[in-house]
């Protein structure tokens, strides 16, 4: 799965989750990534945060998926009057016609939250092996709440 930001940077990740936090004062939607390590380096990852024309625009490309022919088959029936009746109908197939992918694009991500490399739990405990971490980046952007965005339009 990819991130493409507004200046057509493009980077995998691994997790997106978009909730309700309280974060400085106020209750905001936030959207929070979890990528591999080697997606991208945290002082590129910075550089595109800090620019808020980046953040206007996020737009999530999920993994492609299979889209399958249909064939149109008539057979014949009878209807509620007794008359013999053509019913068409549209049968799936297991040839595979195309494949497409899944797009979701969130509009105004723009305060940056949080960066950075954190220890994420990979496997869990149990009675015969610890739980096993890795290095994960993790960031999250948050929206302004409308009070915040109103004042922005303001230049305050």
Known sequence: MKIKFKN??????????????????????TLTFECDTNAISIDELNDILSVEDNLKEI????EPYPVYKK??????G???????????QEVITDEIERYETSQNIYNG????????????????ESSETPAKYEDKIIFKLG??????????????
């Open 143 to 156: 929206k302004r709440t409308y009070v915040e965005e109103q004042l922005n339009k303001l230049g305050l």
């Open 109 to 124: 991500y723009i305060l940056k939250l949080k960066c950075g490399v954190e220890s994420v739990m990979t496997e869990s």
């Open 8 to 29: 057509d940077t493009e980077l995998d990740y691994l997790k997106a989750i978009e909730t309700e936090e309280y974060f400085n004062g106020s209750s905001r939607r």
């Open 59 to 62: 737009t999530l490309i999920g």
């Open 71 to 76: 064939n149109k088959i008539t057979t014949q």
């Open 78 to 88: 009878v209807n509620e009057t007794g008359e013999e009746i053509n019913i068409e």
